[in-house]
Each structure stands twice: as C-alpha cells, then as structure tokens.
C-alpha cells in the first residue's frame, strides 16, 4: 500500500490520543481522577459483594454439616422407603443412593414447586466438601454436602445428599450489588463533580498567569501575576519566578526604548551640528566656484572654511569618544595621583590664559596639601575630565574671572574635586542638563566659541566609568561649581611621574603649580 494511503487510514488507537491530547489539561485531570476513583470504586464493590457472597456460603455449609450431624440413622432409614419420596417439613432436600441401587429421597412439596430439586445424577462422595449444582427450575441452585452411607456393619452401602437452596443468598447478593452499584454511581458522579471543581479551582493561579501572559501581549508591560499561593509551593514559587521576570523584562525593554530614544536624539543632533559647518563651507565654497568672492577677501573665506573644518573636526572626534565610552571600551587603569592630575592642569591653564588667577586649594579654601590623592583610573581621561572643565570655564566666563580647584578626602572612601568658577554661574533648571548630549544653555554663545555641547557629556561618561558622580552647584559668591567624588585606591599604592604605581609618595606641587 502507498505511503500516502497509508497516512490517510483512520487508526482508532491514533485517532483516540490526538482527541486526548486536544482536551485541555484540566479535563483531562478531571477525567483521569473520575476514571480512577469509578476504578477503585468498581474493584471495591466486586471485593465486597464476592466476600458477602462467600461468607452466606460458608453459612450453608455449616448449617448442612450441623444438620448431616443430626440426622442420625432413622433419617437414613427413613429415606429408605420404595417408590416414593418422604416428606419433610422444612426446606432440606435428602436424597440416598444405596450401592444397592435404590434411591430415596425427602424434600417438601412446596419447597419442590419452589425451588425445584438440585440436579445430583449419580452421587459420589468425592472429598466430602460441599459444592453447588444447579436446579430444575431455571436460575436456581442448591448447596449440596455428600456423605457415606454405612451399614450395621460398619461396611459402605451408599452416598447421601443434603441439600439447601441458595435462593437466599442469591437474592441477597444481587440486592447488595445493586445498592452498591447505585452507591457507585452516586459517588462517582458526586466524586467527578467535585474533581471537576477542584481541578477548575486548582488551576486558577494558572488562569491568572494566562491572563496577565494575554496583558502583557497586548502591550501591558506593567502586568504582574497575583501571588496568592505560598512561596514554598510550586505555584506560589512560579508566580513569584514569573514576576522578577516580568519586572526585568519591563526594565529591559524601558532601558531599550531609552537608548533607542537617546539614539535617535543623538543622530538627530549630531546630524544638525553637522550639517551647520557643512552648510557653511559648501556655501563658501560655491561662492569661490562662482567668483563671487573678491581677490582681497580670498583669505578670509578660506579662514572661515577652515574653522568651520576644525570645529567639525572636534565635533566628529567627541562624537568617536562618546561611542567608544558607550562601547565600554577598556580604559588603562592603574593608580592616579589626582593632586598632580590637578596641578598640571592648572599649569596649561596658566599657559593658555595667563590673565586669570588660578589656585588649587583644599576643600576648605587653605592651599592645597601636598599629600598625594591616589584613585584607580586612566590618567589620560581623569586629566581630559579637568582639562575640558577648565575650558568650559574660559568659554563661558568673562577674561579674568578666578578659577580656582579644590580637593580633598571625605573620609576613608572617596575624594572630592571641585572646579570653580566666579562667572555668571547656570541657571537650576540648565544645571541637571548640562551633562546631557548636545545641550545648550545659550546656543548661541557655544555656536561662537566653537562648542559642540557635547564637553560636559564626555566628562560625565569618564566619570561613571570611573565609579564616580558628578554634579553642578552654585559658587558662593556667584558663578558654577562642578562637584566631583571618586572612591579612594588602596593607601599602598601611590603614582610614579607617568602615572604608574612606586612605592614612594607623590610630591605636592609647588608654589608656582599650584597658584598662577
């Protein structure tokens, strides 16, 4: 037969099981636990009833020994009449068969219309037990107990037979397996109703986590399965499981919309800081192209095309930064005298803007101590962190404004930087997001002093790579003061003059690193 054939017969077996398996599980549960108890319930009753039944035998058959005992010698004698059977007054059936051949019998006439007589035909004494043989009258049966006939001589003369009708324990039998039959139904149907409920109610945590599965489907990422079950259950364990996942993956995916988000603000800025300078030399550069450019002002587009060249410049290489910081790219990380960090940078301060008064100081306002502050870091980036505060502060304060940087320790765990300024200082609401991509308080001013709103954004991702915080508060007085605080190497470990761990302390700068 093809194989296609093959596949299209019905197989009952096959057939059966895929219908079992399309049921849902809490049918199915209900179903197997109805079948299991009308099992147990069915073997219990055919137990019982074949006991009963067993013990009504054995009954009879103590009932016809007592009787063989009592019958005695003028019973046989009795049953030895010709041509006729005796009488009896009870329900007993006697029939003797002597070695002989005569036969006699006792039995009542009413008990003959009755119960019929027991069918012995030729009677042995086989091993003395009683057994059952059927009647003359359909559906009925009798208990017969065989025993020996001897004579005055002790010799064997024949068999006896005594008998009862077991119309009794019949009836009782069936009426007990019927009460017991209707006892099973009844409790088989109470037994099912009850497990139906019980597995629909057992399976309500389960419900409720279908329905938050549907809820989170749909787009409710703030679903969360009610814990109703203990925690050392196996349903109240899956709750709680399912919802620590829930609540990462709502986390997850809020983290994602965010840097999607940040993402598509940062392409969009950077693509609009772009297209400024570009914008600029194109159109410089057609205007040469046109000739729309005198000979005398020849170097002063070019000067102009350059700078805007030279800002898109910075602007591309803070922009390689930021994604090599967003990347987690591995930084040089080794002990860092932050004292010396300072001092050097105040001491290109001085180079690039000789009118302005510069200190390094403790936290306090005292000159700085030439105990040397030693943090793990990069001292490339650490230095680029003062070097870009330091240059906000000349671009966005007037000529000759103090700058001052304090630093010191806060206990045994971190050191403070602070970066001072005495200039117009930043409003509340620009202060949380000046670290922020592309932001500007006065775009503007940045615009002339080349800034790409993007110096405070590369310090802030120093820092954090760094373990560190950083914030802006007022300077009293007037002006900004950017607070950092970084945690504290081990005191072992000190810098060498490149950066590098020695086991001697760093020097404090002098006079002139320190105040210009």
């Not at 009836?171 to 209707?182: D, G, K, S």
């Not at 300072?342 to 008064?357: H, I, N, Q």
């Given at each position: 037969?093809?194989?296609?054939?093959?596949?299209g017969r019905?197989?009952?077996?096959?057939?059966?099981?895929?219908?079992?398996?399309?049921?849902?599980?809490?049918?199915?549960?209900?179903?197997?636990?109805?079948?299991?108890?009308t099992?147990?319930?069915?073997?219990?009753?055919?137990?019982?009833?074949q006991?009963?039944?067993?013990?009504?035998?054995?009954?009879?058959?103590?009932?016809?020994k007592?009787?063989?005992?009592?019958?005695?010698?003028?019973?046989?004698?009795?049953?030895?009449?010709?041509?006729?059977?005796?009488?009896?007054?009870?329900?007993?059936?006697?029939?003797?068969?002597?070695?002989?051949?005569?036969i006699?019998?006792?039995?009542?006439?009413?008990?003959?219309?009755?119960?019929?007589?027991?069918?012995?035909?030729?009677?042995?004494l086989?091993?003395?037990n009683?057994?059952?043989?059927?009647?003359?009258?359909?559906?009925?049966?009798?208990?017969?107990?065989?025993?020996?006939i001897?004579?005055?001589?002790?010799?064997?003369?024949?068999?006896v037979?005594?008998?009862?009708?077991?119309?009794?324990?019949?009836?009782?039998?069936?009426?007990?397996?019927?009460?017991?039959?209707?006892?099973?139904?009844?409790?088989?149907?109470?037994g099912?109703?009850?497990?139906t409920?019980l597995?629909?109610?057992?399976?309500?945590?389960?419900?409720?986590?279908?329905?938050?599965?549907?809820?989170i489907?749909?787009?409710?990422?703030?679903?969360?399965?009610?814990?109703?079950?203990?925690?050392?259950?196996?349903?109240?364990?899956l709750?709680?499981?399912?919802?620590?996942?829930?609540?990462?993956?709502e986390?997850?995916?809020?983290?994602?919309?965010?840097?999607?988000?940040?993402?598509?603000?940062?392409?969009?800025?950077?693509?609009?800081e772009?297209?400024?300078?570009?914008?600029?030399?194109?159109?410089?550069?057609?205007?040469?192209?046109?000739?729309?450019?005198?000979?005398?002002?020849?170097?002063e587009?070019?000067?102009?095309?350059?700078?805007?060249?030279?800002?898109?410049?910075?602007?591309?290489e803070d922009?390689l930064?930021?994604?090599?910081m967003?990347?987690?790219?591995?930084?040089?990380?080794?002990?860092?005298?932050?004292?010396?960090?300072c001092?050097?940078?105040?001491?290109?301060m001085?180079?690039?803007?000789?009118?302005?008064?510069?200190?390094?100081?403790?936290?306090?306002?005292?000159?700085?101590?030439?105990?040397p502050?030693?943090?793990?870091?990069d001292r490339?980036?650490?230095?680029?962190?003062?070097?870009?505060?330091?240059?906000?502060?000349?671009?966005?304060?007037?000529?000759?404004?103090?700058?001052?940087?304090?630093?010191?320790?806060?206990?045994?765990?971190?050191?403070?930087?602070e970066?001072?300024?005495?200039?117009p200082?930043?409003?509340?609401?620009d202060?949380?997001?000046?670290?922020?991509?592309?932001?500007?308080?006065?775009?503007?001013?940045?615009?002339e002093t080349?800034?790409?709103?993007?110096?405070?954004?590369?310090?802030?991702?120093?820092?954090?790579?760094?373990?560190?915080?950083?914030?802006?508060?007022?300077?009293?007085?007037?002006?900004?003061?950017?607070?950092?605080?970084?945690p504290?190497a081990?005191?072992g470990?000190?810098?060498?003059?490149?950066?590098?761990p020695?086991?001697?302390?760093?020097?404090?700068?002098?006079?002139?690193?320190?105040?210009?």
């Amino acid at each position: 037969m093809p194989p296609s054939r093959r596949r299209g017969r019905f197989h009952p077996i096959i057939e059966s099981k895929r219908y079992w398996h399309s049921q849902p599980l809490r049918t199915r549960l209900a179903l197997i636990t109805t079948g299991l108890l009308t099992v147990g319930l069915l073997a219990t009753s055919l137990v019982t009833t074949q006991l009963l039944q067993t013990h009504l035998m054995g009954q009879v058959d103590d009932q016809l020994k007592v009787t063989s005992r009592t019958i005695g010698d003028r019973g046989l004698e009795y049953l030895q009449q010709d041509d006729k059977s005796s009488q009896a007054p009870t329900t007993y059936y006697m029939e003797a068969q002597y070695s002989s051949g005569k036969i006699g019998r006792m039995v009542n006439e009413k008990t003959t219309a009755e119960y019929g007589i027991p069918s012995l035909g030729d009677l042995s004494l086989g091993d003395g037990n009683p057994f059952t043989v059927a009647s003359s009258l359909a559906g009925h049966y009798w208990r017969v107990l065989p025993l020996e006939i001897k004579d005055q001589d002790g010799n064997y003369a024949g068999v006896v037979a005594i008998a009862l009708p077991l119309r009794n324990v019949q009836e009782t039998v069936e009426q007990t397996r019927l009460v017991v039959a209707v006892a099973d139904v009844v409790v088989v149907l109470i037994g099912a109703g009850l497990a139906t409920y019980l597995v629909h109610r057992s399976f309500g945590p389960l419900r409720q986590i279908e329905g938050v599965a549907g809820r989170i489907s749909r787009g409710d990422l703030s679903a969360r399965v009610p814990v109703t079950e203990p925690p050392m259950t196996e349903v109240g364990s899956l709750q709680q499981a399912l919802n620590t996942m829930l609540q990462q993956n709502e986390h997850a995916f809020s983290v994602q919309v965010t840097a999607q988000e940040r993402m598509t603000r940062f392409v969009s800025d950077a693509s609009h800081e772009l297209r400024t300078p570009l914008s600029a030399i194109q159109g410089y550069g057609e205007l040469y192209r046109m000739g729309g450019v005198p000979a005398g002002r020849t170097s002063e587009v070019m000067g102009r095309i350059e700078s805007e060249a030279t800002r898109m410049g910075r602007l591309v290489e803070d922009l390689l930064q930021l994604a090599r910081m967003d990347e987690g790219r591995k930084m040089d990380i080794a002990p860092v005298d932050l004292t010396a960090v300072c001092a050097g940078a105040l001491t290109d301060m001085v180079v690039l803007a000789p009118e302005r008064d510069c200190s390094l100081l403790r936290l306090d306002g005292a000159p700085a101590d030439p105990q040397p502050l030693i943090v793990m870091g990069d001292r490339d980036r650490l230095a680029q962190v003062i070097t870009n505060l330091l240059g906000n502060v000349v671009r966005h304060t007037p000529a000759g404004t103090p700058v001052e940087i304090a630093l010191g320790p806060i206990g045994q765990r971190s050191v403070i930087i602070e970066v001072r300024d005495h200039g117009p200082g930043i409003a509340p609401k620009d202060a949380s997001k000046v670290f922020q991509r592309f932001y500007r308080a006065d775009t503007s001013r940045n615009r002339e002093t080349g800034g790409s709103g993007l110096g405070l954004s590369i310090v802030a991702a120093i820092i954090q790579r760094h373990h560190g915080t950083i914030g802006i508060t007022p300077t009293p007085g007037g002006g900004a003061t950017v607070r950092i605080e970084l945690p504290l190497a081990h005191p072992g470990q000190a810098p060498t003059a490149s950066g590098g761990p020695r086991a001697t302390r760093a020097q404090a700068p002098g006079p002139a690193q320190g105040q210009a």
